[in-house]
């Protein structure tokens, strides 16, 4: 039986820093309590070093991409809907495994955004979600439907920002 | 010598969740890149659970809470203005030590809104910060001349949230 007795759906939103920091900071909190924890992610591919970082932390916690990693700029490339599409695949059976207490779906925002997936394929592994599965959607730019339906919104708004002046993202601070 | 060429002064504020919980996760990436990271948590006292998994993740972090652990009404207490300051001091030896890349004041925003540390005690940190230290300082409130140092600010805004649905704090979640 899990530990958690009833999870809900947050999201991640906005164009501040913090997002998916804040999502791999609940995955540790969820690790220290002992739950286990599921993390996709989808459009990125590389080994961020957070990452690596989590990957010491044990059995209780698996993280896959489903990404390539490149910026989407217009109509994304029919690799990366695969890459999406497939990604929903594993997360459908994930789910019905009802091992996992944290799912987190990294970028899904930004995946629906760019057409890589649609709201019905997010709409149907919402509503397969076990009780005790805590949900977490992260991205920038999110539906009105996602935030409808979720419990917990959160905004990262940026106040104030260095890259405006061209400072490069730093291994172990931004990526 | 670091690996962090330089560091800058990021500001985690605002209502909404996820602020301490994207420091931990930043503490989380920088670990994984193998920089050296102190977490001085003020307010705050007792073993949250993102701590018990940070612990896991070797001799590179250091956590020290300089708090009582009580939500603070209206005038602190003597006692928790003694172990702020008592913070205040251990920080200056670690500054000093220069031996940090990451350097989280976890809800030292509150702590300066609370009276229990002063803007020029902060000031006196930041003055004496090594070119190569990441400072990252959150709590709900901030200060306008914290804002004014800072090189990245990141609001937390809460757009939606189940605690006004009378939920708990949860486990392995909220804490």
Redesign the interface.
């Known amino acids: 039986m899990s ?4 999870g ?1 759906i ?5 164009d ?3 997002k ?7 995955a ?8 286990k924890v599921f993390i996709a992610q989808f459009i990125k591919e590389g080994e ?7 990957k ?3 059995e209780n916690i698996v993280i896959k991409q489903y990404g390539s990693g490149f910026f989407i700029r217009n109509k994304p490339k029919e690799e990366e809907v695969k890459l999406a599409k497939n990604g929903l695949k594993e997360l459908k059976d994930i789910i019905k495994s009802e091992k996992y ?2 799912l987190i779906l990294d970028e899904i925002n930004v995946a629906l955004y760019f057409k890589l997936i649609s709201l019905e394929d997010i709409l149907d592994i919402v509503c397969t979600k076990p009780d005790h599965t ?1 949900m977490v959607f992260t991205g920038r730019k999110v539906a009105k439907e996602i ?1 409808e339906l ?13 890259y405006s002046s061209g ?1 490069q993202a ?4 931004e ?1």
Request: proline share 0%; aromatic share 10%; charged share 25%.
């Open positions: 530990k958690l007795k009833k809900y947050q999201v991640y939103m906005g501040g820093k913090g998916t920091t804040a999502a791999f900071g609940l540790l909190r969820a690790l220290g309590y002992g739950l961020y070093n957070e990452i690596k970082a989590l010491l932390l044990g207490d944290l805590e935030v979720a419990d917990l919104v959160t905004e990262m708004r940026e106040i104030k920002h260095y400072i730093r291994n172990g601070i990526k």
